[in-house]
Each structure stands twice: as structure tokens, then as C-alpha cells.
């Protein structure tokens, strides 16, 4: 018989379920939601019965022979979801609702067959959470087919509950003492609503069956409550990972993919117990939880501060800060008696799976190392090309000179810390008194164990594993390269069996070789000021021998770039001369390389850096007013000299002009007092005696007739 005309086929697609969850792109919601997309029908032995579970793994057989992937590609789980923004990248999630109203979201709810809340991420998720139960409830009679609902609460609810054993007080909360918990004054909403859900489900078992899951604190893929440690332990800059408060109060902790499990086995196979806890076995205080990140991830070292400092990291919610002060001792008594295929993640504790912890939150948040090796001639460029690109990926630049410097100053230190054991110091000075005579009977330089031993520590160190880093000059030769990337746990005892196997930790995923002709290399070195030669003793006859001495090493069958052709990592030539744009140059190493894979900017720089901003637009606004304003003060000074400038011109020419005129004028003056004014001056008087009726034409007259002037 055909398996796809079955019936018992019907009885697999009757386990595929439409889940709901609320806030499916944010951290909790997210991993419970992708977790729920990748379960298989058929996947829990719970779900099917016997006869028709040993038909399915036959068929599953028959069907791999044939290469169907029917069964394997066919999801148990149809999950919808509430989104906080509209874009996601929850691409399991097969129906986002953003900004629904309540009626269009009861008509999605009303599809479902299992609604989950998870109320353990923000306080404004109970609102809803609550408003959905009642509606449910309410809308309970139009019901079709069972639905499930859960509540994902959290253990804060307990965080004030006080044990009713006063025979031994170290005995753990269970989920049989949830009647006498006590909630912690800020998480009231969430005990009332736990209540709620408790009360409601009591009404209808068969149709509306309720439960509620009480969630330690959440921790693996990427993050969430733990991340302030986990990120000041990876980006290196705190020498101490605080711990905030006395770090003695006990924290009950589940990693999300468990929790994620233990509601899958709900939905699976619904128990009688309707109150769940979910934590793990461990019993882990603050203190060991921070000192564990910071061993495996930072400094190793952790100081005490006031947990009012808390207080100034703005990534975290005041629900956040006040779920990291519970002292709550828990254990799940329930889960373990009814469920037994939950898919622990971490079951003992998040400080005994550190290793794994801090694996998944590199590679789920993308902060994966980038190792480059940066090699080729003296004066090529190496350092200036290293600085760069350490400063576009946040790498760290290791050179031989610096390497060294640290390793004797780390010693010293340890010489004098007061903390330090006496063995301790006895052997850091051991250890600093060898590099010194080494480097003594050596001129300056170190033998070629010690300093591949110092190199090799430097690039197994945090920071290296954490961000990465460029090598600059190093390894020089082919053995150097060798014996520095070699993994030690594939060492054989046997030194004629001796394995040389490449370690992934450190090994470079990129190498530049930088190449540039004898000629300009000696240019480049001439033109150096006398100090940068200094600096780099890069004086004629020293560096002469140097690049001699790299050439012939070079010629050789074994070089450097052989050892890395031969492990197949990716070598990018790169030839320098006077023609090379150094801006194009860096760019294709960027192109080469790729994005960076660190942190962004967090809240903190990126206050600083619009601080800054903000500082620096203030600054050229009002250096740009003082400009405007010097500039109109200097065209103001400029106006008013020109001004006078050419009023002087212009009265200097009015003087010129009335000297011209007074010149012109003196010929005509003296015509006119020798011919003209002494009959005038007569006619007038004569004039005035005789008192003519029209004294002009008079005038006229005389003067005509006594004119003195013969024509």
C-alpha cells in the first residue's frame, strides 16, 4: 500500500500545529520560534503511536533509498509571530503581524492552535498577553479544535519568596512551593497575570488549557541578559570585568535552546502539572558566572563595584538590572518527572559549558577573528599597510619589537603584584632573567625557540582570539612558520614522527606579500628623515645587508610564502613602486579581506561620536561666523579706505581744477579791470544822478557811447 494514500498519513499531518509567539524578533521569542520551525514531523516518538511511529521509520527508509525528502523537509510547527519592526530577519517565522489591532490580532489568534507569550523580555508585553487570554477565553464557545495557552514568565515572580522550611533553608524552590512565591515589587503584573492564566485554564481544560512556564535567567546565542559581560570580556578594554554588588546571590539560569525545548515537549505532550520551572542543575552565583566569561573570553581578572554602576550601562532595561540581583535557589522537579526527551542545552549550568557558551555567541553574533599576515622586504611598507588595516577592523598589530617589550613588561609585573603567590614570582623572574641573558648573548635579538614561544602566546591570547590580528614581519622564515602555527595537541612524542598540523586558532586567513624592486626600496630608504632611520635601523649599510640577507632567504626552496601556499591559504601579491596609489592599494586589500566582523559602534561611542560631531559642527559654525564677521569688518576697513582714497583723489583734482581756472581766469580779470569796470563804474554813477526811467537801457547806452575799445 502506498504510504500517500494512507490513512495513518492523515495521523502524522494532524501533529502539524500553527503556533503563535509574541515579539518573535526579539532575543527570547526569536530562538523559541526558530527552535519550534525546525521540528520535524514525526521527529518526537511522544506524538505518534507505536504502530504508526515503525511505519513512518520504515517509510522514512524506503523514501532515502529513493532520495525523497518528504518527511524530513515537512515541519511540525507552522510558527506566526508578533513583530516590534516591520523589517526582520526571522525568515522561519512564516506570518509577521506588525501593528495589528486587537480585533485583526484576535482573528489571527483564533487560527492557532497553541499561543505562546513570553512576557520575560519587556514589561509591555503583559498588557497584551493579558488582553489575549481574556479574549480567548471569552471567545471560548467558537472554538473548533483545543488551543494551548502559555505563559513564559519569569522567575522574578519568586525573587521576595521566602522558605517555609525552617528545618533547612538551603533546600531549593520547586514548583510544588508556587503558591507561597512573592514577587519582587517591580514583576506585581507579572505574578497577577500568572494567576490569571492559572484561573482561566482551570474553566475548560479540554478546550482552553492553560500553563505556565517560569524561565530562569536566559543565556546562549548571542545574549541577552549576560551580554554587558560577555561584551566588555571581548572587546578587551577593561583590565577588570565588574561585578556589580557582592556577587554571592545565587542566579537560576536555562539556556534558551532548552527552554525552547521544554515547550516543544509541552505542546508534544501536555502534563497534568499546569505551574512549570524551568532552570538548570546549576547553582551559580553572580560572581562565578562573571569570573567564567572573563577567563574564558577577557582579562581573567574581576573587581567588585557598587551595583549602583549598573546603572550607567544604557543597553540594559531596568527589568534587566533588577533580574540580576535574584538569590533564588530552584530547581524544576516537574520537568524532570514529566518530561524525558527535553533537549537539555548547558543542563549543568552555564559556568561548566562556558567553552560552548562562548563559541555560540562568536558565531551567532558574527564576531569572528580576522588573522592576516603581512610579509615581504625591509622598507616595503609593511607597518604603514598593518596600521591600517588594523585601524578599518579593530585588530591588534603584532610585531616582534612590541611583542618582546610586553612579554618582559608582563613579567615585571608579575614580579611586583602584590596579589601573586611566591612560586608565582619566582617564576616570572625566572622566566625574565632568561629573556635578558638570551638577549644579551644574542645582541639584542632572541633565540629562535623564545621568540616563536613569545609569538605564539601573544596570538593564543583573548584579545587575538577574540577580534584577530596582523602579523607584521612575522614568521621571517620557513621553520619560524612552522614551528609558530603548528597545533601542540598534534605533537607527536616521537621527533622521527614529528607532525607539524596547522593550528585553526592561529592560523592566518590571508597573507599580503608585498614586493617592490632593490632600486626603490633604496630610494625610499635615502629619502627617509635621519630619525625614522633611526627608528628603524634602516641606515645605509645596515639595511643594505638586511635586504641581502631577505633576498637570498627567499631563494631558497622553503620560504615563508611556500609554507602558506602549501597549507592553501590565500596569498595576495601586492608590488609597491613610486606609481602605487596608496588609497586604491588599501582598498583592494578591504575588497580582499571583506567586511568587518566585530561590534558596531555600541550606544556609549555612539554618543560620543554625535557628542563629537555635534561638538565639532558647533565648532566650524562658529569659526565660520568669526570669519564672516572679520571678513566684514575687513571689508568694512577695506569700503572706508578706498573711500577715503578716492575722496582725497577727488579733492586733490578739485584743486588742481580751481588752480586752472584761477590761472585762466587772470587775463580775463585784467581785460576786465583795465577795459570794462572803470566805465562801468561811471555809468553807474551817472546812473544813480540822473535816475532814468529805465535805468538799463541807460546804462547800455552810455556805456556804448564812452566805449573806450576802438573796433
Not at 87 to 107: D, H
Not at 273 to 299: C, F, H, Q, R, W
Not at 442 to 453: A, D, F, I, P, T
Not at 611 to 623: I, K, S
Request: hydrophobic share 35%.
Amino acid at each position: 500500500m502506498s504510504y500517500f494514500n494512507d490513512p495513518k498519513k492523515d495521523k502524522i499531518k494532524r501533529t502539524l500545529k500553527q503556533v503563535f509567539i509574541n515579539d518573535v524578533d526579539l532575543y527570547s521569542s526569536k530562538w523559541i520560534s526558530k527552535f519550534l520551525s525546525e521540528r520535524l514531523i514525526g521527529g518526537n516518538s511522544e506524538t505518534i503511536e507505536d504502530d504508526v511511529e515503525k511505519e513512518v521509520e520504515d517509510r522514512k527508509d524506503e523514501e532515502r533509498e529513493r532520495g525523497s525528502s518528504f518527511l524530513n523537509s515537512s515541519p511540525a510547527f507552522h510558527v506566526v509571530g508578533t513583530v516590534q519592526e516591520e523589517i526582520t530577519e526571522t525568515t522561519w517565522v512564516k506570518e509577521q503581524y506588525f501593528q495589528l489591532s486587537r480585533e485583526q490580532l484576535l482573528l489571527k489568534l483564533m487560527k492557532c492552535d497553541v499561543i505562546i507569550y513570553n512576557v520575560t523580555q519587556h514589561p509591555k508585553q503583559l498588557e497584551e498577553a493579558s488582553w489575549a487570554l481574556g479574549a480567548l477565553h471569552h471567545s471560548m464557545a467558537d472554538f473548533t479544535k483545543t488551543k494551548t495557552y502559555i505563559l513564559i514568565s519569569t522567575v522574578m515572580t519568586w525573587a521576595d519568596s521566602k522558605p517555609d522550611r525552617h528545618d533547612d533553608e538551603d533546600l531549593p524552590f520547586t514548583d510544588a512551593n508556587f503558591r507561597t512565591r512573592r514577587a519582587h515589587p517591580n514583576f506585581r503584573k507579572h505574578i497577577d497575570l500568572e494567576k490569571k492564566v492559572v484561573k482561566l485554564g482551570k474553566t475548560n481544560k479540554t478546550m482552553f488549557p492553560t500553563y505556565v512556564v517560569v524561565s530562569g535567567l536566559q543565556y546562549g546565542m548571542g545574549e541577552q541578559i549576560f551580554h554587558i559581560f560577555f561584551k566588555m570580556s571581548w572587546l578587551g578594554l577593561e583590565s577588570e570585568i565588574p561585578v556589580y554588588g557582592d556577587g554571592s546571590n545565587f542566579v537560576p539560569t536555562i539556556h534558551v535552546n532548552a527552554l525552547a525545548s521544554i515547550i516543544h515537549n509541552l505542546i508534544d505532550c501536555p502534563p497534568q502539572p499546569y505551574y512549570l520551572i524551568a532552570v538548570d542543575t546549576a547553582n551559580n552565583n553572580m560572581e562565578e558566572i562573571v569570573k567564567a566569561v572573563a577567563s574564558v573570553l577577557g582579562p581573567g581578572k574581576i573587581t567588585q563595584r557598587p551595583f549602583e554602576d549598573i546603572y550607567l550601562d544604557q543597553d540594559l532595561s531596568m527589568m534587566e538590572i533588577d533580574s540580576l540581583r535574584v538569590n533564588l535557589h530552584m530547581e524544576a522537579v516537574c520537568l524532570r518527572e514529566w518530561f524525558t526527551s527535553v533537549q537539555w542545552v548547558c543542563e549543568s549550568g552555564l559556568v561548566e559549558n562556558m567553552e560552548f557558551v562562548v563559541e555560540e555567541y562568536r558565531q551567532t553574533r558574527g564576531l569572528l577573528p580576522i588573522r592576516l599576515c603581512v610579509i615581504g622586504p625591509p622598507a616595503v611598507g609593511k607597518t604603514t599597510v598593518s596600521k591600517k588595516i588594523c585601524e578599518h577592523y579593530r585588530l591588534h598589530h603584532i610585531t616582534v619589537t612590541e611583542t618582546i617589550s610586553e612579554a618582559l613588561a608582563q613579567l615585571e609585573d608579575a614580579t611586583q603584584n602584590e596579589d601573586s603567590d611566591e612560586e608565582s614570582e619566582d617564576a616570572a623572574m625566572e622566566e625574565r632573567k632568561l629573556l635578558k641573558e638570551d638577549m644579551a648573548q644574542n645582541g639584542g635579538y632572541l633565540s629562535e625557540h623564545l621568540l616563536v614561544k613569545l609569538m605564539k602566546n601573544k596570538l593564543l591570547s583573548n584579545p587575538c582570539k577574540n577580534q584577530g590580528f596582523v602579523l607584521d614581519g612575522f614568521p621571517m622564515t620557513f621553520p619560524q612558520a612552522r614551528e609558530t602555527f603548528f597545533a601542540e595537541d598534534h605533537e607527536s612524542e616521537d621527533e622521527a614522527t614529528h607532525i607539524f598540523s596547522p593550528s585553526k586558532n592561529i592560523m592566518p586567513e590571508f597573507v599580503l606579500y608585498l614586493e617592490a624592486s632593490d632600486t626603490f626600496l633604496r630610494d625610499r630608504v635615502i629619502n627617509l628623515s635621519e630619525k625614522l632611520a633611526q627608528e628603524h635601523n634602516y641606515q645605509e649599510e645596515c639595511f643594505l645587508q638586511s635586504l641581502a640577507k631577505y633576498r637570498q632567504k627567499n631563494m631558497e626552496d622553503e620560504t615563508v610564502v611556500n609554507y602558506f601556499d602549501e597549507l592553501e591559504i590565500p596569498t595576495q601579491y601586492l608590488t609597491i613602486s613610486c606609481e602605487t596609489d596608496d588609497r586604491f592599494l588599501i582598498q583592494k586589500i578591504f575588497d580582499t579581506v571583506g567586511v568587518p566582523r566585530n561590534y558596531g559602534r555600541g550606544t556609549q561611542e555612539v554618543q560620543v561620536q554625535e557628542r563629537r560631531q555635534c561638538a565639532d559642527r558647533m565648532r566650524r559654525e562658529h569659526q565660520q561666523r568669526e570669519d564672516e564677521e572679520m571678513k566684514e569688518i575687513e571689508e568694512a576697513r577695506q569700503r572706508t579706505a578706498r573711500w577715503e582714497k578716492w575722496t582725497a583723489a577727488l579733492r586733490e583734482v578739485k584743486d588742481q581744477e580751481e588752480e586752472l581756472l584761477e590761472a585762466h581766469s587772470v587775463p580775463l580779470r585784467n581785460y576786465l579791470m583795465k577795459h570794462v569796470m572803470p566805465p562801468l563804474t561811471v555809468g553807474l554813477i551817472e546812473c544813480c544822478s540822473n535816475q532814468p526811467q529805465d535805468p538799463v537801457d541807460f546804462l547800455a547806452e552810455y556805456l556804448i557811447k564812452n566805449n573806450p575799445v576802438t573796433y
